[in-house]
Each structure stands twice: as structure tokens, then as C-alpha cells.
């Protein structure tokens, strides 16, 4: 097959899931009477139950068996918050504008459609030319403001709507801007990652869990994009879910104790080194990887480990996930190492969650700008002796000297550090008298060596102050069901043998928004009874469940609850026994009216498979 | 007990409960190393956990047992959906601002303060005067904007805090304003509510229940209002949760099949008629209130019962909660019937969850703005014969009358109702013409007899067009966990027999954020082992679980839980079995380690009570 053949295919079936999921309302686009806004969807009906599904499952492998400390925060944010993170002054994409219609456009995405274009569809591209668009393509996301500029002003690119001219390339903030109160005074945005409110919390939490590390906050919610001009349907939208896990650990030691549980796991990584030198992701044990260094740290791999099982419990194909490192130019300077799990679907390898170590930057960054100190103790069984520097500024001889410049004069000597300290001694000791830079008063002043005492002392201390490293797991919800919808569908003949193919969603139990049907084989009150009464104890013990009493035929039934991914039907054919059905490999069994429930809720809790089933309950042949 | 004595305490038990709730971390302000802003706060660890059990217990008890349509939509929403809602043009208070400094205030709220004080602080107030001002207060809602300026005005009020003289009243959006893309010219709002994400789905959730009414769509998530001076903390903020049920029905017929399941019930309820003439809430069977017509129809009544149900299952005490119907000022005109559930905590009588009959108002606004009509069919079983108005504009005469005019006149008599025709028709046959008012044409014209034929015809109909009603209970989460809070909240003395009183939230099982703690009695290897594989168990099943291996004082131990609501405490003092002691009893009974996760499992999932537990396991004294 070759490429061109691939795309269509990719796009056949795009279209075969996309149409099943608008139809039977997994999804919606948002105010779709009013034609709709790009960027925003609804979760219809089992689409909701979908996403509820997920985030529970969530809950119990991350906050339950990790005991993590959950949080909700509030998506209205102050600038202040946002300033001290970086957002307000660097969450930017660049944008151009058409010049007469104001229509605006992301450069990057439209430097990226002409080179694809021109490699994809012009036959007297010359080699030299082809090797130039490739190049700008694998350097696209490095380019600055002005190189990007002048690379769509050297192509000629311009508005795809109206070839009309592009302005110059200039930052659009992705955050949704509004303001707080009445006044018009106080900025704020909608927050673009949950992430903050955990960091702004870090006082109070490492207090709730004994002042002990490590330990991990996690929050779900909502976080904002306004994107210039969504694409990809449901995987760059303007308002997603997020699940964030931020893990505080010591940075001297990223060890985990439950690191063992995970490190026999093995799974398609695509290491940095690998990805420069052109080779393919290749399955890699997660112990291995952290023994050579490839990732950075246990704690890291941890998580690693622990998103793997995730992702393949939810009904992700393994073989279809992968974990890339990312490469220098990829990651935030102070970052020690990040992964991305990348998910394949019909769009390409997608992002659905990054695991990045961000080291100490988020808790100093609040600190520096809040001036409450984000740090974590760590208690000496026994004190230490440590040498420490100790600046004494003798004020009068500094009075004398500089009168009303003095204050400066000492705030600058108490706050150098100690190379510059001890230089300065030297000199002193050497010479009587040193120049010496006052940055607020912009100039150098003559310091003698009566003016300041500079020496070591040792001294005991009984405690370690520092800022502790996050480790962070980022969760894009909205992202990871949508490539669960197409490592789910599949299609099957239908049932008369023509050439009608059926649509089904193979969830997990876990996952499927409806768990079982209740049908009664025909349209007869007696029939209908029983299927109420076991709506009823489906119900009890929290069991969705679907009643259909149309007499539409089973066989049609069945065809539509497969369409949504429902793995038990439950057909009343007696008054007190009825049978079973299994979506995938469509075998029955017959059981008892009153053990329905309890044998719906083990299989759909997971407890027990359908082999498990089968084999307490010989196979029915309708 | 004298008034001032009664807010004294009521406010002391405030202190207390609020107290408790911020140094255990159930809620957070927001950003509190910034300052934090008025009206945001963080659910701490334990109150995000109450929060995820109220809202499951609502899913399990609405969504489940109700077979509800739960849809997810976006809290960003463009300005055209809630333009047709009314909320851009009338969902405002009334704001005045200190003319020097610029600082905002809710008009009503200064009136209020102003009338209240003065009742309550003034000893040289006329009979006469606070007569006045107690009219005031009574009818503070329904005051016009200039009334309020009037009143301000001759009261002499001024800024609180500076005194400075205010402007007049004028009209405050309360929602927060951004918006959409990077042009600038999309305005958008966060959601006011959530409702209105349903309302729009109305045509696709219709088919996806198979063209049939009545049916309910509900949805969870977060809702924003730009309070002018948020105040109440916890009960008044600017982004709350919201879940609401909008159950869609045909207005000819609003009874509901499963309200013999709920007309039983008594229950507090406050009649539109005991309130204007001064009686007090009384204790009133549902089903009596409806049949008697107090409320409006069966499905209201049904919502109202299972609203009782939800609250009380919750932990509200019933003695304390109370259904107060909305005065003829409270409701929008459109409404058929409203009433409150209010509960009452320190703060006097708190609306948690407003239960309305909206009539046909939401979709119906929809449905003009958009073009898309809204609306439900039924279809006749037999086709029914009807009489239809049908009138035919004699277009040739009407040229000739009115040449350039013509198309408003054919317009105008086109859009006549019935009454109008027919008035119309018997002017003509009695006089052979008439004067007929064109509102396009700002004027009357004259209409002959051989202009128009206006005629009734029997008709066949096959089926009905009608706009559904739409009764929605809609629960505020936060208010609701606040006056849980509150409820749940109890003080007993210490051990040491002195005078320290140890705080308790008597949580019932459901809601609790922790439900039960792993304590080995002294700190050793072999209990510490044990600890752990209970831990494990727990998790293995979805128990929530505090463990706690330091080697503090188990009865510490047991206060420090108590405070958090935790209901079962697990003390592990043998190799083999544990002790479990039950919160409010504090009566403790003795196990076997395997069977800690099933009983537990059983009282927290509500499946057994601990009268259950008590006659399975005889009681342990330690």
C-alpha cells in the first residue's frame, strides 16, 4: 500500500467512527443550532457516561491505590498566578492576519500546509528545493517570530481564504482573558492547566500529609485554550479535561519505593537518541531504562509504568502506543526529562499525556513572586555542622562615607553571594580598600577595609530547607477517549449475509457507557415485567442498563446497542430464566432471573471474565 | 433565649465548624499565598472527596434510577445562545460606586445593611420610622432601580468605608465576559448555568429517546457568576458546581408514572399562602399538596419528593430543611410553579436547590432565535379532523390598492390570528369593507371584500406539533456540602474527663471523604505488615483509607480521624485480627484481618448497618 493509498484509508475509517460517534451522540458539536463554535463539543449521552467512566477509573488507579491528595480549584485565575508561572507572558502562539479581512491564521500551521503541499502534490519540485521544505518542516517548531516571517514572505504565502497578503507574525495569547469583580481592575483568565492551583496549594498540602515527602496532589477539571484556529476535531478543541498529578519529591532522591511493581514492564519507548539517529521506537523494559540512565529517574519511570497499565486497561492497544522522550529543543530549559505518551490514530501519533520531571521551577517561581517560601524540611536525626558565611557591614564607617546613599551600600553587601564574598575579603586583606559594584545606585563605590567583616563560621544546624522537585503526569482526557474510540471500533458482516457491515465499539466493561440491555424477546407484559424487575436490580447496585421493549427484532437490537459498545444484552425469553449475550464473540448462556444482577455487576466490575462466566455457566445456543 | 444571644451562638458554632473545615484542609481560599480573591475556593483534600461522593450518590440516585440523559458541555458559551436565554440583557444587580474612589457595591445590599442596623442598634427609632424600614426590607426585591437610588438617596447612605457620597444605581452583569478566538469580535460568557447546554441539544436528545416524552437530560459542572462583593463565604461565590435535571414534558399532561413512590412522604413545606399570610411551614404529605393543588402538577411533586429524599440520604436533617414556594414577585412570568428546597444553617434559611415548572419559555426562546424549532410530536393513533383558519389574499386587487405596499398588507393579513380573521371576515360581509392597521406600514389601510377570502376548513390532522414543558430541579453541590457541614458537625468531651471538646463530623457512610483508618496499635514490624495488606485490600475495592503508622496516642489517633468524618477506625493489635471501632458509638467490635474489606465494604456502600455489623460480630470492649 502505498502512502497516498494509506492517508485514504486512514480517512475511510476516520469517517466510519466519526459518523457513528455524531449519530449516536457520543459527541456533539457545542451549539450546533446556532452552527456551532469552533473548537467546543458536548459529551451526548454515552459519550458523558464514556468520560465518567474514564475518570473514575482514574480516581482508583492513581488517587486510590497511590493515595494521592485530590483537589478542586477553581478555573477563574487571577493574573498574578499566571504571571508568576509564565503564562501571561509566554503561553503564546504566533499568529499573521489577513490584511484586508482581519482574518486570522497560526503561522506555523500555514508554513507547514504550503511545504506539504509542494512536496505532496508538485512534480517539478527539484531535489534541492524538496530537501529545503523537509528541512523547514523538521525545524518548524524552533523558528522564531522573524524567521518565521521571512520564510512565508520568501514563499509567498499568503491567506488560504482570500490570497489577500499576511501581516508580520506577532504572539496571541492562548489564555481566555476576563475580569474579576466589578471594578474592571482585577485581570483574570481562565486557567490553561490545572497544574497551578496544586503548586499555589504546596504549603498547605505538604502540612495535611505531616510534613512528609514524597507525596503526590492530583486534580481533575477543566482547562481553557483559545485557539487560533482549531483543527483535528476532537483533539485540539478550546475547552478539555484535564487529569494532573503533581508528585513533590526530594530532588537528592527521586527513588520509588513501588518502583519493583512496575520495572518488569515492557513496552514501545522512543528515546531521544534513538529519534535523532533516525531509528524506530523499540520495546524497552522500564526497569532497564532507568538502570541505563535513558530515563532519568525512578520516580519517573514509576509513572511511566503506571500510565502504560492505565492506558492499556482502558482498551488502548499497546501496539499502538508508544513513549517519547522529548528532545532538547522540545523541553522547558529547567526540565530534567519529560515523556510524552503518544497514542496512534487515523490523525497520526498523537500527545494524550506527558510525564515530565519540571524539577524545582513552578514551586520557586510562586515563591519568588508570593514571597511565601515553598520549601519542605528535612529533620536531622543528629545536627550537622556546616560553614556558613556571615557579611557584617559596619554602619557607622558606612554612614560616614556615603551618608544618604548608605542603605544601598548595605543591602549590596549583605546580598552578595559567597564567591563574590570571599574575593572581596581577599582584596580587602590584600590592597585595604576595593571597588565595589552598588546596583541600585548604578555605579562602584570604594569599600575599605573598616567598612565590612567578612568570614566563615561553623555552625550547627539541625535541618535542610529546600524546594522539592515535581514530577508530573498530565492527563488530556478528551484526547485519550477519542483514540479509545478508534483502538475500539471494528466492523462486522450483518447477520442476512448481504453486504451491510455492522458497526461495533469493543469497550471494556469498565469503559462502556451502558453496561447491559434489557430486552423482552416479545412484545407481552409478562416478558415486560421481568425485564422491569431486573432494571430495577441492575439499578440497585449501580448498573447502567438500557430497556428497550419495542419489538423491533433482537437481532436489530443487538445492532444497536453494539453501536454503542454495550458488552451484555440481557434477553427475557421465559418468566424465570433469560439469556446472555456477550458483544464480541456473541455467545449466550441461560441463568436465573434473580442471579442477573449479580452476575452483570462481577463481569462488569471485573472481577470476572467472560471465560470465568462461561464456565459457571455452560454456553446457550439460541 | 433573647435575638442578639441566638446569632451569638449561632455565629460561635459558625467559628467552630469553620474552623475545623480550614485546618483540615475541606476547603481552601483560592490563591491564598496571593491573597486570595473574594468568593473562589480550593475543596481540600477532604472536601473534593465529599464533593465526588455527593455528586456520585446524585448520579446513582438521579441519572440511574431515573434512566436520565446526562450530556458534558462547555462552560465557555458564545453571546447569541444566552442573547435568546435573556441572560446578556437581564441577568444583572444593581451596583452603585463610591464617587471618589471607584470601589462597587450591590445597591440592595447597603439599603439592606442600612435597615437593619438601624432596627437593631438605633434606641431612639420611632414606632413609625421602623415600621418603615421594615417594609423596606420586605420589599427590597421587587425595588426598580430608581426606587433604590430614591432611597439611598433620602436615607443619606454612603460608602462603607470611606463615607464618600455614591452614584446612582445602575445595572451589573454578573457574568464573565471574554472572548472566542483571536479576532475579537466573537463574545463569549462562562455559563451563569448549565441548563442551557441541554435546552440547545433538545432536537438530538429527543431522537436519541426515540422521539418519546417525557424524558430528563441532566448535567454536572461548573457554573461562574461575577459577584459584586461576594459575601456568606462558602454559600455566595463566583464559580460553583451546579447539577441539573431539565425533564421535558408534555404540557398537557404532567403527571408522572413513579409518583405513588413518593406521595407518602412529609415533609416541611412553606405554601406560597402561609408565607403572605404569616403562618409558619407546616408538615405536609406530598401527595395531599398535590391532589389539593398547592403544588402545580405530579411531576413538580415527584421532583420535590425525591429532592427530599436525595438531601436527607445525604445527611440534612429533615427538622431543618424545608420546601418554600416562590411568591408571585419571586417567579418569572413564564413560570407555572417554583419552590426552594431551603435548608437552614447559622447563616438563616439557604436555597440549595430550586425545583421549577419553566413551561415552554427556554425552548421556545431557542427555537426563535436559532430557526430550529424545538419542539415534540405526537402522533395520532387516528388521524383527527379539525377546523382550520385559512385565508388567501386576493393578490391581483391588493396590487392594484396598494402597488409598492402590497407585500406588508398580504404579509399582515397572512398573520392574522383567529379572532382578528373572523372579526375581520364578518366586518367585510356586513359593511364590504374595512380599515385593517398594517404594522409594517405604521398606518390603517382599507381592505375590500374582494381583496381577501378568509374561510374555516375541516382538516385532517395525523399528528400534534406542541413545545415541550421543562420542569428543572437544580442543585446548587456547594451550598448543599456547606449546610451538610454544618449538620453533620458535633462536639463531645475529651478523654481526660477536663474541658477540651473534640470536634466530630458524624458523616453518614456515603459521604464520608475517608471511610476508615488503618492504625496498628504500637509501632512494630509484624502490625505494620498487616496495616499494609488491609490497606491493599481496601484500595482492591474501592474503599478510601487514611493509614497512620506513626506512634501517636491511639485515642489522638481516633480524634484526629474523627474530626475528618471518618466512620470506621481499624486498630491492628494482633497478627490475625483487628478491632473496628464505629464513630458516634464508639462502640468497637473484633474481626479477622480477611474479612476487614467485606464488612467495610458492606457498611460503606450502605448494604448493612452497624446494628447489622453489631449482631454479626458481638461488641469488643477494648
Same mark, same amino acid.
Request: with cysteine; proline share 5%; glycine share 6%.
Given at each position: 500500500?502505498?502512502?497516498?493509498?494509506?492517508?485514504?484509508?486512514?480517512?475511510?475509517?476516520?469517517?466510519?467512527?466519526?459518523?457513528?460517534?455524531?449519530?449516536?451522540?457520543?459527541?456533539?458539536?457545542?451549539?450546533?443550532?446556532?452552527?456551532?463554535?469552533?473548537?467546543?463539543?458536548?459529551?451526548?449521552?454515552?459519550?458523558?457516561?464514556?468520560?465518567?467512566?474514564?475518570?473514575?477509573?482514574?480516581?482508583?488507579?492513581?488517587?486510590?491505590?497511590?493515595?494521592?491528595?485530590?483537589?478542586?480549584?477553581?478555573?477563574?485565575?487571577?493574573?498574578?498566578?499566571?504571571?508568576?508561572?509564565?503564562?501571561?507572558?509566554?503561553?503564546?502562539?504566533?499568529?499573521?492576519?489577513?490584511?484586508?479581512?482581519?482574518?486570522? $491564521?497560526?503561522?506555523?500551521?500555514?508554513?507547514?500546509?504550503?511545504?506539504?503541499?509542494?512536496?505532496?502534490?508538485?512534480?517539478?519540485?527539484?531535489?534541492?528545493?524538496?530537501?529545503?521544505?523537509?528541512?523547514?518542516? @523538521? +525545524?518548524?517548531?524552533?523558528?522564531?517570530?522573524?524567521?518565521?516571517?521571512?520564510?512565508?514572505?520568501?514563499?509567498?504565502?499568503?491567506?488560504?481564504?482570500?490570497?489577500?497578503?499576511?501581516?508580520?507574525?506577532?504572539?496571541?495569547?492562548?489564555?481566555?482573558?476576563?475580569?474579576?469583580?466589578?471594578?474592571?481592575?482585577?485581570?483574570?483568565?481562565?486557567?490553561?492547566?490545572?497544574?497551578?492551583? %496544586?503548586?499555589?496549594?504546596?504549603?498547605?498540602?505538604?502540612?495535611?500529609?505531616?510534613?512528609?515527602?514524597?507525596?503526590?496532589?492530583?486534580?481533575?477539571?477543566?482547562?481553557?485554550?483559545?485557539?487560533?484556529?482549531?483543527?483535528?476535531?476532537?483533539?485540539?478543541?478550546?475547552?478539555?479535561?484535564? @487529569?494532573?498529578?503533581?508528585?513533590?519529591?526530594?530532588?537528592?532522591?527521586?527513588?520509588?519505593?513501588?518502583?519493583?511493581?512496575?520495572?518488569?514492564?515492557?513496552?514501545?519507548?522512543?528515546?531521544?537518541?534513538?529519534?535523532?539517529?533516525?531509528?524506530?521506537?523499540?520495546?524497552?523494559?522500564?526497569?532497564?531504562?532507568?538502570?541505563?540512565? %535513558?530515563?532519568?529517574?525512578?520516580?519517573?519511570?514509576?509513572?511511566?509504568?503506571?500510565?502504560?497499565?492505565?492506558?492499556?486497561?482502558?482498551?488502548?492497544?499497546?501496539?499502538?502506543?508508544?513513549?517519547?522522550?522529548?528532545? @532538547?529543543?522540545?523541553?522547558?530549559?529547567?526540565?530534567?526529562?519529560?515523556?510524552?505518551?503518544?497514542?496512534?490514530?487515523?490523525?497520526?501519533?498523537?500527545?494524550?499525556?506527558?510525564? @515530565?520531571?519540571?524539577?524545582? $521551577?513552578?514551586?520557586?517561581?510562586?515563591?519568588?513572586?508570593?514571597?511565601?517560601?515553598?520549601?519542605?524540611?528535612?529533620?536531622?536525626?543528629?545536627?550537622?555542622?556546616?560553614?556558613?558565611?556571615?557579611?557584617?557591614?559596619?554602619?557607622?564607617?558606612?554612614?560616614?562615607?556615603?551618608?544618604?546613599?548608605?542603605?544601598?551600600?548595605?543591602?549590596?553587601?549583605?546580598?552578595?553571594?559567597? *564567591?563574590?564574598?570571599?574575593?572581596?575579603?581577599?582584596?580587602?586583606?590584600?590592597?585595604?580598600?576595593?571597588?565595589?559594584?552598588?546596583?541600585?545606585?548604578?555605579?562602584?563605590?570604594?569599600?575599605?577595609?573598616?567598612?565590612?567583616?567578612? !568570614?566563615?563560621?561553623?555552625?550547627?544546624?539541625?535541618?535542610?530547607?529546600?524546594?522539592?522537585?515535581? +514530577?508530573?503526569? !498530565?492527563?488530556?482526557?478528551?484526547?485519550?477517549?477519542?483514540?479509545? $474510540?478508534?483502538?475500539?471500533?471494528?466492523?462486522?458482516?450483518?447477520?442476512?449475509?448481504?453486504?451491510?457491515?455492522?458497526?461495533?465499539?469493543?469497550?471494556?466493561?469498565?469503559?462502556?457507557? +451502558?453496561?447491559?440491555?434489557?430486552?423482552?424477546?416479545?412484545?407481552?407484559?409478562?416478558?415486560?415485567?421481568?425485564?422491569?424487575?431486573?432494571?430495577?436490580?441492575?439499578?440497585?447496585?449501580?448498573?447502567?442498563?438500557? +430497556?428497550?421493549?419495542?419489538?423491533?427484532?433482537?437481532?436489530?437490537?443487538?445492532?444497536?446497542?453494539?453501536?454503542?459498545?454495550?458488552?451484555?444484552?440481557?434477553?427475557?425469553?421465559?418468566?424465570?430464566?433469560?439469556? %446472555?449475550?456477550?458483544?464480541?464473540? *456473541?455467545?449466550?448462556?441461560?441463568?436465573?432471573?434473580?442471579?442477573?444482577?449479580?452476575?452483570?455487576?462481577?463481569?462488569?466490575?471485573?472481577?470476572?471474565?467472560?471465560?470465568?462466566?462461561?464456565?459457571?455457566?455452560?454456553?446457550?445456543?439460541?
Amino acid at each position: 500500500m502505498n502512502a497516498a493509498q494509506e492517508i485514504q484509508n486512514r480517512e475511510a475509517f476516520r469517517h466510519a467512527v466519526v459518523n457513528t460517534l455524531e449519530r449516536r451522540l457520543f459527541y456533539i458539536p457545542s451549539f450546533k443550532i446556532y452552527r456551532g463554535v469552533a473548537g467546543l463539543y458536548d459529551y451526548g449521552p454515552p459519550g458523558c457516561a464514556v468520560k465518567s467512566n474514564v475518570l473514575a477509573f482514574w480516581r482508583q488507579h492513581f488517587v486510590l491505590e497511590e493515595s494521592m491528595l485530590e483537589v478542586d480549584c477553581p478555573c477563574v485565575t487571577p493574573e498574578v498566578v499566571l504571571k508568576a508561572s509564565g503564562h501571561v507572558d509566554k503561553f503564546t502562539d504566533l499568529m499573521v492576519k489577513d490584511e484586508k479581512t482581519g482574518t486570522c $491564521y497560526r503561522a506555523d500551521h500555514l508554513l507547514k500546509d504550503y511545504c506539504k503541499d509542494k512536496l505532496e502534490k508538485d512534480p517539478n519540485l527539484s531535489a534541492v528545493k524538496a530537501a529545503e521544505l523537509s528541512h523547514v518542516l @523538521a +525545524i518548524l517548531d524552533d523558528l522564531s517570530s522573524d524567521e518565521l516571517g521571512a520564510k512565508i514572505k520568501g514563499y509567498g504565502i499568503t491567506a488560504p481564504d482570500t490570497k489577500n497578503s499576511l501581516s508580520d507574525p506577532y504572539p496571541f495569547n492562548l489564555m481566555f482573558q476576563t475580569s474579576i469583580g466589578p471594578s474592571g481592575v482585577s485581570p483574570g483568565y481562565m486557567r490553561p492547566e490545572t497544574a497551578q492551583g %496544586i503548586f499555589v496549594n504546596f504549603k498547605d498540602l505538604y502540612y495535611y500529609n505531616g510534613n512528609k515527602l514524597p507525596f503526590a496532589a492530583a486534580q481533575i477539571g477543566q482547562a481553557f485554550r483559545n485557539e487560533i484556529s482549531p483543527r483535528q476535531g476532537l483533539l485540539r478543541v478550546r475547552e478539555f479535561t484535564l @487529569a494532573e498529578i503533581e508528585h513533590f519529591v526530594d530532588p537528592d532522591d527521586k527513588s520509588h519505593p513501588k518502583f519493583s511493581e512496575v520495572s518488569t514492564l515492557e513496552f514501545f519507548m522512543f528515546p531521544r537518541e534513538d529519534q535523532v539517529s533516525g531509528r524506530a521506537a523499540r520495546r524497552i523494559h522500564i526497569g532497564e531504562a532507568v538502570a541505563a540512565g %535513558i530515563v532519568n529517574n525512578e520516580t519517573l519511570g514509576y509513572f511511566i509504568g503506571r500510565v502504560y497499565l492505565f492506558l492499556t486497561q482502558l482498551g488502548i492497544d499497546k501496539d499502538r502506543l508508544r513513549f517519547r522522550q522529548h528532545l @532538547a529543543n522540545e523541553m522547558a530549559h529547567y526540565a530534567a526529562d519529560c515523556w510524552d505518551a503518544e497514542i496512534e490514530c487515523s490523525y497520526g501519533w498523537i500527545e494524550c499525556v506527558g510525564i @515530565a520531571d519540571r524539577s524545582a $521551577y513552578d514551586l520557586r517561581a510562586h515563591t519568588d513572586k508570593s514571597g511565601v517560601a515553598l520549601v519542605a524540611h528535612e529533620k536531622f536525626a543528629e545536627p550537622r555542622e556546616v560553614q556558613k558565611l556571615v557579611i557584617t557591614p559596619v554602619k557607622k564607617e558606612l554612614g560616614l562615607a556615603f551618608k544618604g546613599s548608605q542603605k544601598m551600600v548595605v543591602e549590596a553587601l549583605e546580598a552578595m553571594e559567597e *564567591k563574590e564574598a570571599m574575593e572581596l575579603k581577599a582584596t580587602l586583606e590584600a590592597k585595604g580598600e576595593a571597588e565595589f559594584r552598588v546596583c541600585t545606585l548604578d555605579k562602584d563605590v570604594t569599600i575599605k577595609s573598616n567598612m565590612v567583616l567578612i !568570614s566563615k563560621e561553623k555552625k550547627k544546624e539541625h535541618q535542610r530547607v529546600f524546594t522539592p522537585s515535581v +514530577i508530573e503526569p !498530565s492527563f488530556g482526557i478528551g484526547r485519550i477517549i477519542y483514540c479509545l $474510540y478508534e483502538h475500539s471500533f471494528y466492523t462486522r458482516p450483518g447477520r442476512d449475509g448481504g453486504d451491510e457491515q455492522l458497526n461495533v465499539f469493543g469497550f471494556p466493561p469498565i469503559v462502556a457507557p +451502558i453496561k447491559c440491555t434489557v430486552f423482552p424477546l416479545v412484545q407481552n407484559q409478562q416478558y415486560e415485567e421481568v425485564a422491569k424487575r431486573i432494571a430495577k436490580s441492575l439499578a440497585a447496585v449501580g448498573i447502567t442498563y438500557k +430497556i428497550d421493549i419495542t419489538g423491533t427484532s433482537i437481532g436489530k437490537r443487538y445492532a444497536r446497542t453494539d453501536e454503542l459498545g454495550v458488552p451484555l444484552a440481557i434477553t427475557v425469553d421465559t418468566a424465570t430464566t433469560v439469556t %446472555i449475550r456477550e458483544r464480541d464473540s *456473541k455467545q449466550q448462556i441461560r441463568i436465573n432471573v434473580d442471579e442477573v444482577a449479580s452476575v452483570v455487576k462481577e463481569f462488569t466490575d471485573g472481577v470476572s471474565t467472560w471465560g470465568d462466566v462461561l464456565w459457571k455457566y455452560p454456553t446457550h445456543s439460541s
